[in-house]
């Protein structure tokens, strides 16, 4: 099963044209979720480029790890975490992981770090960010330690990207300067994507000198029976800057890089690599 998928997956990513959604039944009804993909592209500079004509691009699912983004821009601007900081993993209960700072939390997607910034923000200050970033639907309720994670809280592509157009415009009501520190944490080396699927090509071959990519992955599992997998970012070409947001859902076997393979598809066909 999950080799049909992973070839379905490569077949939309590098086959089909990029206005046309996927979507594949997986059995009878209510046996498993279907396949459902969104890939929007903007152009900063000239606005929207493409999207796939699909329900599952206004769909709120978990938003998993890229919630790391707006969690991390939070916790420095709440004063629990500083930039470079290196927080012992020991200390406060979270035994078990290595020491981070921001840009490794944000890189290795350590859960423990960002749930010791929601237990001191708590719910309430949780869901006032939430709020004041237009982030989906704000829900905190389901968990303090959690809540992003196949919990409450859900978000849709398209509220993915309305979100990530200001945070690479500046134009989130938070300091300067916490925005270029999380965005340090999104740098991908050249060529490839980082994430808990491990390193996936990921752009030009070989990589081009005027190009760079900055992108946050997931790979969730919603009301315990649906994959939801994401990248979601920025790519810099030369004065050009992209963003993009790639998910897809489906079954729990589904690739925890589908979402990068649909991405890369996607944006070689616009030409941004």
């Not at 639907?137 to 919990?151: L, Q, V």
Request: hydrophobic share 40%.
């Amino acid at each position: 099963m999950k080799a049909v998928l992973t070839a379905a997956l490569f077949a939309v990513s590098l086959c089909g044209p990029a206005t046309q959604a996927y979507a594949q039944s997986m059995g009878p009804p209510g046996s498993e979720p279907k396949i459902q993909s969104c890939f929007v592209l903007y152009d900063l500079s000239g606005g929207e480029i493409s999207r796939t004509p699909s329900a599952a691009c206004s769909r709120r699912v978990s938003p998993g790890a890229t919630f790391d983004i707006p969690h991390a821009l939070a916790g420095l601007d709440g004063g629990i975490v500083q930039a470079q900081e290196r927080i012992g993993a020991d200390s406060g209960g979270n035994a078990g992981g290595s020491d981070q700072t921001l840009d490794s939390a944000l890189q290795f997607s350590a859960p423990w770090y960002f749930q010791r910034i929601a237990q001191r923000l708590g719910a309430q200050r949780e869901r006032e960010y939430m709020v004041r970033f237009n982030y989906g639907n704000a829900d905190t309720s389901s968990g303090a330690t959690n809540f992003w994670d196949g919990g409450s809280l859900k978000v849709s592509p398209d509220e993915q990207l309305l979100f990530l157009r200001r945070f690479f415009r500046d134009e989130l009501s938070v300091n300067r300067q916490m925005i270029a520190d999380v965005r340090s944490g999104l740098r991908q080396p050249p060529g490839v994507v980082v994430g808990s699927f491990g390193v996936a090509p990921f752009g030009a071959t070989p990589p081009r000198d005027d190009t760079s990519v900055a992108a946050k992955s997931a790979s969730t599992v919603m009301d315990g029976r649906e994959g939801v997998r994401w990248l979601v970012g920025q790519v810099r070409r030369g004065t050009r800057q992209y963003v993009f947001v790639s998910c897809v859902t489906g079954p729990k076997s589904l690739p925890q890089n589908a979402a990068v393979s649909l991405a890369e598809g996607e944006l070689r066909r616009a030409n941004v690599f």
